[in-house]
């Protein structure tokens, strides 16, 4: 599986940025797609999650209420809407496919990886 992720910038506090992410190859089964982010000298914090087959979707803590994670109209797309951002948004944004459709939301059992995209908040 491939993960091709777009969307990231600059965005000033308090406003909006909406990031995409495709999934291409054999995806199968009870999958699930998502977002972790990561600052340097940290870990990969979890963003938010989609199981594919369900909808069912999870949220970090940090996130809840303002992130909105969705399945788009093409097939294996999934959108992260940030709304209200704060300067400790910032981040690189890596779009994730877990394989177990997040069994556990953690960054240790995604089985593939985005590149990554880069949101900067400004205060």
């Known amino acids: 599986v491939q993960l091709q992720a777009s969307g990231g910038g600059l965005v000033q506090a308090g406003g909006s940025l909406r990031l995409s992410c495709q999934a291409s190859?054999?995806?199968?089964?009870?999958?699930?797609m998502g977002w972790f982010r990561q600052t340097p000298g940290k870990g990969r914090e979890v963003v938010a999650g989609?199981?594919?087959?369900?909808?069912?979707?999870f949220y970090g803590d940090s996130v809840k209420g303002r992130f909105t994670i969705s399945r788009g109209d093409a097939k294996n797309t999934v959108y992260l809407q940030m709304n209200g951002l704060k300067p400790e948004d910032t981040a690189v944004y890596y779009c994730?496919?877990?394989?177990?459709?997040?069994?556990?939301?953690?960054?240790?059992?995604?089985?593939?990886w985005g590149q990554g995209t880069l949101v900067t908040v400004s205060s």
């Open positions: 190859g054999r995806t199968v089964g009870n999958y699930g």
């Open positions: 989609i199981k594919w087959s369900s909808g069912w979707t």
């Open positions: 994730a496919y877990d394989s177990a459709g997040w069994a556990r939301q953690e960054a240790r059992n995604v089985d593939f």
